[in-house]
């Protein structure tokens, strides 16, 4: 099994994770949630001799959505989300951009099915519907690797807030706990915010976990 990279830059005024992915010594990357500035994301990859392959959205809010567009122009690479987000990523005032000053809208190029199974640059990804924090929230989960990219469903000690249009703390709960919770313990997560934790980690200290 061939080693992964995995690269972060922290964008956007909620300081969002943008992820990119790839094997080792590949210059194809996978990116995961362009959150702002979609031109300076291609531009720092492009420095680096990376070329974005494919575009993850685990959910439609502005903060993980804001530099798509510019940056699927720029590349080419087409957009992955899960189906049930379709309205949220299509709509600015569901996906809250429009209350923060700069209303944007995507449409993905593919809109996925709850355990769709992708193979992007070489990698492996398999789509986990986990609603909550937005109707269409998903995770992307790495099985070979034992890495999840979970968005803004899981947090180091936490969990995504749920007050925005289509959110349920109800519906949440019970997606980490029957979708994410059942995977290996030391299985990576790679949250929308904050620092990387484990399965194990958050089954032991996340009061919304217990």
Known sequence: MAKLKIGRMVLSMCQTNCYFVSPENQKEVVLIDPADQGGQIYEALKSKGLQVAAILLTHGHFDHIWGANELRRLSGAPIYAYEEEKEVCEDASKNVSDQAGRP????ADNYLKDGAQLDLAGMHFQLIATPGHTKGSCCYYMEKEKVLFAGDTLFEGSVGRTD??????GRLVH??????LVLPEDTIVY???GDETTIADEKKYNPYCQ
Do not use: D
Request: cysteine-free.
């Open 191 to 193: 949250p929308g915010h």
């Open 175 to 180: 997606s980490i706990k029957e979708r994410l």
């Open 164 to 169: 925005f249009p289509t959110g349920s703390m």
């Open 104 to 107: 944007e809208t995507v449409a």
